[in-house]
């Protein structure tokens, strides 16, 4: 066979521009609608400080779940969660009058919240899916004062929230911190931050750590399978890297002969 | 004593074997298919989309057992039956999901193959044909199993595309009240999209794929080098090119399978929702009918016919430029007439619109991914104008063209992009700063594309040798 000379099928500058372009209008492409966005409060979920899992489900089922449901999540399936024991759970922590196999539903009626906040709070059990954890911690602490809102608060990262500054109490009121910038496009004034305006029964630092530890139990109860698979992932990834190679060797075995031989080597119709 | 347990299998073989044409399908279909010997990593897809096909058929069985077609169970028979409740109900579900954006990647990648290397060209245009018959089903099995979870994206995304319909005049809306079951998506549009999506579509794959089977079996493999290996036999009849497609395809295809399964389960476990281009984040919240969410989007794999349907400010007109893409692909056979099939062998400039027509696509996708700005609009129009271009150019390339004809070539292809931004503005579509700003878009590709063709005929120019048989070459050869 002889070699020909015919252009080939790769063409690795012209691959090259037209990725190198991609990138480059892409940008311009993209343009979104512009709003000038606060910095989020960077944090690290650590799911083995039990600590401050078992904390925030404190937290999160005395306060959040007065309103707010987690549907997906049964009360059984917490304790192993939170490293206790059943009656640990039972007596710490509690199923708020529930059956223990119960799923987490909100503890006042809904038409009771309804005549509250107009709308039904949202289900808790895949917010950390929804939202990064970084946003759900920015979210807790930047509650600020805001006086044209029905609730008179409002969110940095959640302008024009509906929900009522429930940790008032404990962290005391806020100001925001204005700056000049975009909303949807059009000038406004945007809250980038906020500053302490009045004392609440914990010192900043002291809710920062409750926040965190809600932040936690949030993003353990959407993700209640990370355990598995961290333990299985590596099995099974590592298992078709070995049958990869392996299946490799097959192959350059088996078409060795094929790359070399000119002749009909085979057995045809015989 | 063994030889009589020996012929005793092979009696017991011989009986089925008289009955049922196991061996003779064996023989013709594998171990003496010949398939020519110079397969590429782009023709890893084809067996791989077969595969994840099979794979979605395993994993849906057992997410249909643990489904509820009803709204008001459906979000949390997913999210908490199937997700949390039933043991190892969240794998399977995590790769139905990764499963089905495989497929998309695989089959686009499988007809890229197809156009690059002019496996659509005779003797298999019903081959191609099929293929894009394929797809259609693929795209609405997807699109109807994504209102299954229920979430505010699948409800309004099934709601957007039912409105389809109601673009065409008069009896749009009794149509689309009658394709959903409702005046709105609900539970009727829930349980038929369900049954369409678990039984219709799936049978109605599996049937195209069985006949794209027997369609490229009739006509053997097209290759990287576009050579008929048919039409150079050794004495016996086999092509001298060919071998046979087992063992040495199946052992190169199951390297291809165990390289897709690493990728595919390190997304199954440790990104499932593929930074939310897999699963849309607000498919997290259930479905709620009073609230609109203020960007709709579809997955990934829709992207680009979504940016062809927004960038024409008519419903009717935006839902025929995204359908005419689909209608293009299929006329690629009547588009593309030049004797040459593969890449490879022809001109530079032809190349380049190949390319280019992955390219746009691409952009495409970049834009719809971006909010429905009027800005993000025109651009998805003049990039369309370029994705339409690719394939309405290809006649171009039919056979060498005088200087002249490459003129009226360029005028006439100016003339009706600069005809669609009249009527645009005509209709008050966008302004007209917006629409300059975009529009060299369109015009600077095409006066590239034409300007070069003019300049250096050499260019347009394909191979002038054709190999007679396969070359040696290229990676994983």
Not at chain 2, 59 to 88: E, K, M
Not at chain 2, 221 to 239: A, F, L, M, R, Y
Not at chain 2, 321 to 339: H, I, W
Request: charged residues 15%.
């Amino acid at each position: 066979m002889t070699k020909q000379n015919a252009p080939r099928g790769n063409h690795p500058v012209l691959l090259a521009l037209l990725v190198g372009l991609l990138a480059g209008f892409g940008g311009l492409a993209r343009a979104s609608v512009a709003t000038t966005k606060p910095p989020l409060r960077p944090i690290t979920v650590n799911l083995q400080d039990k600590a401050a899992l078992q904390n925030g489900a404190l937290y999160t089922l005395h306060m959040c779940v007065a309103c707010h449901s987690l549907q997906g999540v049964r009360y059984s399936s917490l304790p192993r969660m939170l490293g206790m024991k059943r009656d640990e759970f039972e007596k710490v922590i509690g199923t708020n009058g529930k059956h223990y196999h119960d799923t987490i539903t909100s503890t006042m009626p809904p038409a009771i919240i309804n005549a509250f906040v107009k709308i039904l709070p949202p289900d808790l059990t895949d917010i950390a899916r929804r939202r990064s954890p970084a946003w759900l911690y920015t979210y807790l602490t930047s509650f600020y004062v805001d006086p044209s809102r029905p609730s008179g608060v409002n969110n940095t990262v959640r302008y024009n929230v509906a929900m009522p500054d429930v940790f008032a109490p404990m962290q005391g009121l806020q100001k925001p911190v204005m700056v000049e910038g975009l909303r949807f496009g059009s000038p406004a004034k945007v809250a980038i931050g906020v500053k302490p305006l009045t004392q609440g029964s914990m010192t900043q630092a002291q809710f920062d750590r409750t926040a965190r530890d809600i932040v936690y139990f949030l993003y353990a109860v959407a993700h209640p399978h990370q355990q598995e698979r961290a333990r299985l992932g590596p099995w099974i990834i590592g298992l078709f890297v070995v049958l990869s190679v392996l299946t490799f060797l097959i192959y350059k075995l088996y078409w060795r002969r094929v790359i070399t031989s000119e002749e009909r080597w085979w057995r045809v119709g015989k | 004593m063994n030889s009589s347990k020996q012929s005793r299998a092979r009696r017991v073989f011989g009986w089925f074997d008289d009955r049922l044409p196991i061996s003779s399908l064996w023989r013709s279909q594998l171990t003496r298919y010949p398939a020519p010997k110079n397969f590429n990593l782009w023709y890893f897809f084809g067996s791989l989309a077969m595969l994840v096909l099979v794979l979605q058929i395993a994993t849906g069985l057992f997410l249909a057992i643990h489904y509820q077609p009803n709204p008001h169970l459906a979000y949390w028979s997913v999210l908490r039956g199937i997700q949390r409740d039933s043991r190892w109900g969240w794998l399977i579900r995590d790769m139905h999901i990764v499963g089905a954006s495989a497929f998309f990647l695989l089959v686009y990648l499988h007809m890229y193959r197809g156009i690059m290397y002019g496996s659509y060209k005779k003797p298999r245009e019903l081959l191609w044909l099929v293929g894009i018959f394929i797809y259609l089903a693929l795209a609405a099995e997807a699109f109807l199993g994504y209102l299954l979870p229920w979430g505010q994206m699948s409800y309004w995304g099934s709601a957007v595309v039912t409105n389809f319909v109601t673009a065409v005049p008069l009896i749009g809306k009794p149509i689309a009240t009658w394709l959903r079951g409702s005046f709105v998506v609900g539970l009727p549009t829930l349980n038929r999209f369900f049954v369409f999506h678990v039984f219709l579509m799936p049978v109605l794959l599996l049937a195209l794929v069985l006949v794209h089977m027997i369609a490229l079996h009739h006509v053997g493999s097209n290759n990287p080098d576009g050579v008929e290996i048919h039409e150079n036999v050794n004495e016996s009849g086999w092509p001298r090119d060919g071998i046979p497609f087992h063992p040495y395809y199946t052992v190169k295809d199951l390297f291809g399978v165990s390289v897709f399964f690493v990728v595919f389960f390190w997304f199954v476990f440790y990104n499932p929702g593929g930074w939310g281009l897999l699963l849309d984040k607000l498919n997290y919240t259930p479905a709620n009918i009073l609230h609109t969410p203020a960007d709709i989007h579809p997955l990934w794999f829709f992207l680009p016919f979504y940016a062809m349907l927004r960038g024409v400010p008519d419903k009717l007109y935006g839902i025929m430029a995204f359908g005419g893409s689909f209608a293009l692909l299929a006329c690629l056979p009547l588009l593309d007439r030049n004797p040459v099939r593969s890449i490879r062998y022809r001109s530079v400039l032809y190349k380049v619109n190949i390319l280019m027509m992955a390219f746009s696509f691409l952009w495409l996708g970049l834009i719809a991914h971006g909010f429905a700005t009027e800005h993000n609009m025109v651009y998805g129009l003049h990039v369309t104008e370029v994705f339409y271009a690719t394939f309405l150019l290809l006649p171009f390339f039919n056979r060498e063209r005088s200087a002249r004809a490459k003129i009226i070539w360029l005028v006439v292809a100016e003339a009706v992009v600069w005809l669609i931004d009249v009527w645009m503005y005509s209709i008050h579509a966008h302004g007209w700063d917006l629409m300059l700003l975009t529009d060299w878009i369109p015009t600077l590709y095409l006066l590239l594309l034409f300007g070069l063709a003019i300049g250096f005929p050499a260019l347009t120019r394909d191979a002038q040798k054709l190999p007679e048989r396969l070359t040696a070459g290229g990676i994983f050869h």
